[in-house]
């Protein structure tokens, strides 16, 4: 077995420890003043009840952030393996984006977590990570392997590392972003989000309990939430602006023109307007909120489309994906 | 964004700081810099009422038409605008940057073409609607940097503001009552948190010891001094501070910190505008050409010597620095299993002004000479071949490029004979194979990149070729509207040379021979002045752009009076650290440094 062998077994390995942490801080989200507490047996006193779901919470949490913390060190290793196998950095085609950049997203909300006492944001991070590396080990895999001249540059460990982190860090700010929105159309009193279904005609649609997200009241408020995502969005805004401006260099290198209008730069141009406009949305006092929450789902779709759409579709300078 | 509209100023989600200072702002001075320093951010909601056109005027309405155009909402609105206009470039290949993709597309929908033409939609990025709205954000965007580097400028050089009588009010404060002096045992200290909601008060005893309680009326001093200290130590707290007695009697210090932060923002929005104008410099500048160089052969750096050229319209041929270029070596590399490419290098010998010298060129590693850099942008093979005519007459000799299609370098090519001295003219068109394979009878191809097993394979035309007119051809493609294909019965005549093989074309026309195979490189020359302008921009607009996001703005104030050390602090930006930056000072002033940093740098839930 080669190295690229065990790294993809470690990859799987990592999808396996993420999914699990995914299970224990679903669990710490909804116990305790969530919707699973009211399963309580009814003749037990409150205080009681309390005490023991609190108990609950702490251990859930403890076992979902030693599990992560296991997947990151798994996570970490897979990815060294990968550019042990390849003699390269690790980070030249589809697949191997998508591994770092949720590497880079987990270690991201690890740092933050640490700081800012957010773990409720594990469990969308960890289901995206398991998702992102599920779906790159089944369908963008691609053989371990040298590149061609053209990716045969330092840039290759700036321009694309710094790419791949900036998609990483806008991937957590887009999930504080939906967690705000959500948390504000809880707070606003919508009947979908507290499990009693949305006005339909005659009688509520999706009236159902999985919809209950009565755990949001745990969350820190809508603003709290929209700052934590603008910091982080922020950090990502600087990265990606970074990732242009190396580019542009490479570009001046390899193609011999810094600034083209291939596809790729299209997108990484309107990325870039987009983050800008929701930097200046937030500055202004009627496109805070849910507004400016818009935007970072709007930009955060054409992050997501710049890195499949545009690999997979268009036929541009940028075709390096190998599927 | 112009600094007038103070009313509905909000900085980056914080609550207006102007009324949270209504009492202490009777400064007028303060005030305006208070509205302006921060319009950054200035949100144009509240507009005038508006007045009916009518009223205001030629001046009025030219003044209402700029106030629209740089506030923030057209901004907004013209960046949201840019995005979207920058999609359908990304969708219909582009005529310059994808000139191949061009073709196929018009060739396949041809009924578009003159709609799409008339749209410009295969010039997106060179198109008046395009065009349009950057130039219209840029004007909105100097209209927005003008004013604020005014009030900037007067801001760098005001005091921090005045202190507000009551702390409370602030999104932060601290406050430790050192008690009667000597008392040293009971520390009361209170605290509210940051919250833009409704300050929560928490009580709280804590039994710390000051650890030098002193004499009320020099404490107060002290306390001062200490504060101070505090808040001009360390390179991350270097506040502007001003200390005075007020008239109650209490002692205050003013203190204001992140001025940087809003010069990064101006800088980061000049470096845009320097931007601009430098790839607008580089436009009119410019020149570019592509040269094609057979192994063993020379060019020379004159627009005559180009395959294509281009330039700006400031482009002075003067400019064109004069070298000549000998392409001595090509090496390739390809990997056996697979055929991928795995390195490229021209070795080239260049004269420039009587001093030769030896250079390589690679992908991602251009060579610049005077100012001009040389990019190796593609290679190939191109078979030297001499051609007689019917009268038994060289009319041909030398290397033909061949244009690579594919990774193992099947080529496309022509062999266009002009020149016969009597007869028809002829041409050959068809197919270079560097390793040539046959895996069934008349279908050849190539399987390998490297030129193991050379190979010819052609048809013959002859005609006219359309040359004589003087209308620029593709010299890759044979016009054959005016041409007749040599056939035997229904097939065309079907032409296979191997290297050092000759053949005698069909109908008389002449001989053919397939003497060596040389490789040929493309090179792509260009020259931009304002390359160095466009680099120098785009990283001052990136270290600009983090100094706005991540340098805190911070205001703080300190009061001592009858032994109650109290401190104040309003952020104008969305501020983690403000309400610990608070407490610190207030512990720095009281004990002479902060306490042990007590975790409260968290999210709090509700």
Known sequence: MNAAQISDILTWGTATAYLIA???????????????????????????????????????????????????????????????????????????FTVVGSLVAVLVFVIVAMRRKVWFLGAPVTGVA???????????HVVADGVQPALQSYWLVLHVGVAVGGTGVFTVGMLFTVLQLLRDSYD???????????????????????????????????????????????????????????????????????????????????????????????ATQRWTGRRAGYLVLVGYACVLFNFTGVNLIFNGKHSYSGV | MTPDDKRSYRPEGMADDAALLDESSSDPASDKSESGSATGTTARGNKPPRR????????????????????????????????????????????????????????????????????????????????????????????CILPRTKVHLRALRAEPPRTPRNFDRLPAHHRIDLGAAGEAGQVSVAAT????????????????????????????AKFIAQGVRYLRGGWLRRYRVVTETEPSGAQVIRAERGYARETGNLLFHIALVGLLLSVAAGHLLHYRGQVILVQGRGFANAQVDYNTFEAGAWFDPQDLHPFRMTLDQFDAQFRLHDAAAQDFTAFVTIDDDGQTSQETIKVNHPLEIGGAKIYLQGNG??????????????????????IPDDQVYTSQGTIKVPDVTSGEQFGLVGYLLPTADQPAPNTWRSIYPEPLDPMLVLTLWHGDLGLDEGIPQNVYRLDTSRMTQVTDGDDAVTIVLRVGESID??????????????????????????????????????????????????????????????????????????????????????????????????????
């Not at chain 1, 995914?22 to 409150?46: H, K, Q, W, Y």
């Not at chain 1, 398991?130 to 963008?140: D, M, S, Y």
């Not at chain 1, 982080?232 to 990732?243: D, E, H, M, P």
């Open chain 2, 381 to 402: 093979y191109a078979p030297v071949v001499t051609v007689t005519d019917a009268a038994g007459e060289v009319a041909l000799s030398g290397p033909v490029p061949f």
């Open chain 1, 130 to 140: 398991t998702a992102a590396i599920v779906l790159g080990l089944t369908q963008l």
């Open chain 2, 193 to 220: 948190g940051a919250d833009p909601d409704g300050p929560s008060t928490a009580q709280e005893n804590s039994s710390l010891k000051p650890s030098q309680p002193a004499a009320r009326a020099d404490s107060s």
């Open chain 2, 505 to 606: 074309l069909p109908e008389g026309l002449g001989t053919l021979a397939f003497e060596g195979l040389d490789r040929y490189v493309a090179l792509d020359l260009r020259h931009d002045p304002s390359l160095a302008y466009v680099l120098i921009s785009s990283v001052a607009a990136m270290v600009g752009l983090a100094m706005s996001l991540f340098i805190p703005r911070r205001r703080m104030w300190l009061r001592v009076r009858d032994g109650v050390v109290e401190a104040g602090g309003l952020a104008k930006t969305d501020d983690f650290g403000l309400e610990r930056a608070v407490r610190s000072l207030a512990e720095a002033a009281a004990y002479g440094q902060p306490l042990d940093d007590r975790d409260s740098d968290t999210v709090t839930s509700d």
């Open chain 1, 188 to 282: 606003n009193g919508s009947t979908l989000l507290r499990g009693e279904g949305a006005a339909g005609r005659g009688k509520p649609i999706l009236k159902t309990r999985l919809l209950n997200l009565r755990w949001l009241e745990s969350l820190p408020r809508a603003s709290t939430l929209e700052v934590l995502s603008f910091r982080v969005n922020s950090v990502a805004f600087v990265l990606w602006t970074f990732t242009l401006i190396s580019g542009a260099i490479w570009a001046e290198d390899a193609w011999g023109r810094f600034w083209g209008w291939d596809p790729k730069e299209v997108w990484s141009f309107v990325v870039w307007i987009v983050y800008a406009a929701y930097l200046h949305a937030r």
């Open chain 1, 22 to 96: 995914m299970v224990a801080f679903t669990i710490n989200l909804v116990t305790g003043r969530g919707v699973v507490a009211s399963e309580d047996e009814p003749d037990e006193d409150a205080a009681a009840s309390e005490q023991r779901s609190q108990r609950r919470r702490q251990k859930s949490l403890g076992i979902a952030k030693s599990v992560l913390i296991l997947g990151v060190l798994v996570h970490i290793a897979a990815v060294v393996l990968r550019g042990f196998a390849a003699q390269r950095a690790p980070w030249a085609n589809m697949y191997e």
């Open chain 2, 52 to 143: 009916a056109v009518s009223d205001i005027g030629f001046v009025g309405m030219l003044r209402f038409i700029w106030r629209q155009l740089t506030s923030m909402r057209v901004a907004l609105l013209l960046l949201m605008l840019l995005a979207a206009a920058a999609i359908p470039g990304s969708i219909i290949p582009q005529r310059s940057a994808d000139p191949r993709g061009y073709a196929d597309y018009i060739a396949q929908y041809p009924e578009r073409v003159e709609w799409f033409n008339k749209l410009q939609l295969f010039d997106v990025y060179t198109s008046v609607w395009f065009s349009a709205i950057y130039i219209l954000l840029f004007i909105s965007l100097i209209g």
